[in-house]
């Protein structure tokens, strides 16, 4: 079982950047997939990007060419960086873990989230 840990949300204005880190406890890390998610607020979570354990990724439409997902599995560690932020990519930002080859949208571990504020 892994136990994602997210960091590095905060403030930033608009067309600023950002790097989210997870750290995922468990040494079988580098057999799972490893998504982020978010959740504004007023609105349902929605997948944002993931990564499998053999390195294929998946990116939402409204995020591809601004956000770079990555994994360190000596680290342990998925990151997420943000480039270009706009004032609606503002959410708490989850990460997720899942120990499947496919990037599902229904990881059964997640982590506590973290905010992330974009300012105008």
């Known amino acids: 079982q892994v136990q994602p840990v997210e960091s590095g949300g905060g403030l930033v204005q608009a067309g600023g950047s950002l790097r989210l880190s997870c750290a995922a406890s468990?040494?079988?890390?580098?057999?799972?997939?490893m998504s982020w998610f978010r959740q504004a607020p007023g609105k349902e979570r929605e997948f944002v990007a993931g990564?499998?354990?053999?390195?294929?990724?998946n990116y939402a439409d409204f995020v591809k060419g601004r956000f770079t997902i990555s994994r360190d599995n000596a680290k342990t560690t998925v990151y997420l960086q943000m480039n270009s932020l706009k004032p609606e990519d503002t959410a708490v930002y989850y990460c997720?873990?899942?120990?499947?080859?496919?990037?599902?949208?229904?990881?059964?571990?997640w982590g506590q989230g973290t905010q992330v504020t974009v300012s105008s």
């Open positions: 997720a873990a899942d120990p499947s080859l496919i990037i599902t949208r229904t990881p059964p571990y």
């Open positions: 468990g040494r079988t890390f580098s057999r799972y997939s």
């Open positions: 990564i499998n354990w053999s390195g294929v990724i």
